[in-house]
T-cell receptor, first 116, second 115 residues
Framework: DSGVTQTPKHLITATGQRVTLRCSPR?????VYWYQQSLDQGLQFLIQ???????AKGNILERFSAQQFPDLHSELNLSSLELGDSALYFC???????????????FGDGTRLSIL | AQTVTQSQPEMSVQEAETVTLSCTYD???????LFWYKQPPSRQMILVIR??????QNATENRFSVNFQKAAKSFSLKISDSQLGDTAMYFC????????????FGKGTRLHILP
């Protein structure tokens, strides 16, 4: 158990819809990362938040947005869903940023999103 | 931009054998981290081993060890005395020490341990 909690585990919806994925980081972790794992693109970094502030952005579509709340949980919002958005979405957390001497990123179990 | 290449899409070995998974990366950074993550059928992402680029000594974790060749930008994973539970997808990954801490993953190597 990594200590990172993602809900829901599975999500099935239709094209054009909007969904919200939730992540609770490990206790004490201030940094949250979102990754997308799809068959064709592999594992890709989407976005990172640190203590409520956006810190880094990757290949995140404009239809996607995220935020980190004061209690440090994070939500990834996906709108106007397309078939190609079907993927496994991971959240990871770490204590801080920069020096990683003892701060690996711990991954949640992922949310599997299926677009019909 | 950094890239991570895993040239072996799939491998199979017999239980108890030793297997080496290859990984090369491209970066102009001097300070960075390298990782191997394991993703079993349960789909969890499990950190297997990590290496700091400034350390010359190769990292080891029980049956897992790496061969880190910084000049060649090579980072292979050796699994000794392989076990059935080692069956998984293995991802090589890179992270530079900088403002953004994103991890860049290779495409993965699917490893089958045969009984």
């Amino acid at each position: 158990d990594s200590g990172v909690t993602q809900t829901p585990k599975h999500l099935i919806t239709a094209t054009g819809q909007r969904v919200t994925l939730r992540c609770s980081p490990r206790s004490g972790d201030l940094s949250v990362y979102w990754y997308q794992q799809s068959l064709d693109q592999g594992l890709q970094f989407l976005i990172q938040y640190y203590n409520g502030e956006e810190r880094a952005k990757g290949n995140i579509l404009e239809r996607f947005s995220a935020q980190q709340f004061p209690d440090l949980h994070s939500e990834l919002n996906l709108s106007s869903l397309e078939l190609g958005d079907s993927a496994l979405y991971f959240c990871a957390s770490s204590v801080g940023v920069g020096d990683l001497s003892n701060q690996p990123q711990h991954f949640g179990d992922g949310t599997r999103l299926s677009i019909l | 931009a950094q890239t991570v290449t895993q040239s072996q899409p799939e491998m199979s070995v017999q239980e108890a054998e030793t297997v080496t998974l290859s990984c090369t990366y491209d970066t102009s950074e001097n300070n960075y981290y390298l990782f191997w993550y394991k993703q079993p059928p349960s789909r969890q992402m499990i950190l297997v081993i990590r290496q700091e680029a400034y350390k010359q000594q190769n990292a080891t974790e029980n049956r897992f060890s790496v061969n880190f060749q910084k000049a060649a930008k090579s980072f292979s994973l050796k699994i000794s005395d392989s076990q059935l539970g080692d069956t998984a997808m293995y991802f090589c990954a890179f992270m530079k020490v900088n403002r953004d801490d994103k991890i860049i993953f290779g495409k993965g190597t699917r490893l089958h341990i045969l009984p």
